[in-house]
T-cell receptor
């Protein structure tokens, strides 16, 4: 059974601080996605990483896929209150048949 | 390009009843996946349909079923509702081939009383 362990589960920081969220597994994924979800809404896709060692940047967000494609991290620089939300990582298996394995999520609160 | 549309947004049902949820994927997408999200279990995969065929299934009881129509729209049905079925049900749309990217709808909030 494929599992994704996401940490930390909760994070409360002040505006301007940096933070990193981790997603780890013992399984290899063909790709890994990061989502952000607001209360009562569906997850919104932020990025997809495919190649081991890949780094993608989205403004103040930096995403990295581990060399072995088993882990990933999300780093936010100078967090802002608008970054508040639930961050989810999700891995796709090699079969690419629609089953995403989700981490438990990281609830981020950025206080002004 | 329109996003993923789920209807209804909110639903209140009584134990023992059945419910049908609907999902219209992004135009051109042939894959629709369904997920259940609860505070305790997070997002759990229910099943995926591609070109009207169920291609993958999660570990949920047979009370949970689905189907996909020729226009790629999908429905999910839950029979004999239990209190534990209260959750946010999310539908995800994907092209179904190549690098997997899923785009989610806003979800249907089901409350079973």
């Amino acid at each position: 059974t494929q599992l994704l362990e996401q940490s930390p589960q909760f994070l409360s920081i002040q505006e301007g601080e940096n933070l990193t969220v981790y997603c780890n597994s013992s399984s290899v994924f063909s790709s890994l996605q990061w989502y952000r979800q607001e209360p009562g809404e569906g997850p919104v896709l932020l990025v997809t990483v495919v190649t081991g060692g890949e780094v993608k940047k989205l403004k103040r967000l930096t995403f990295q896929f581990g060399d072995a494609r088993k882990d990933s991290s999300l780093h936010i620089t100078a967090a802002q209150p608008g970054d508040t939300g639930l961050y989810l990582c999700a891995g796709a298996g090699a079969s690419n048949t629609g089953k995403l394995i989700f981490g438990q999520g990281t609830t981020l609160q950025v206080k002004p | 390009k329109a996003g993923v549309t789920q209807t209804p947004r909110y639903l209140i049902k009584t134990r023992g009843q059945q419910v049908t949820l609907s999902c219209s994927p992004i135009s051109g997408h042939r894959s629709v996946s369904w997920y259940q999200q609860t505070p305790g279990q997070g997002l759990q995969f229910l099943f995926e349909y591609f070109s009207e065929t169920q291609r993958n299934k999660g570990n949920f009881p047979g009370r949970f079923s689905g189907r996909q129509f020729s226009n790629s729209r999908s429905e999910m049905n839950v029979s004999t509702l239990e209190l534990g079925d209260s959750a946010l049900y999310l539908c995800a749309s994907s092209g179904g081939q190549g690098v997997w990217e899923a785009f989610f709808g806003q979800g249907t909030r089901l409350t079973v009383v």
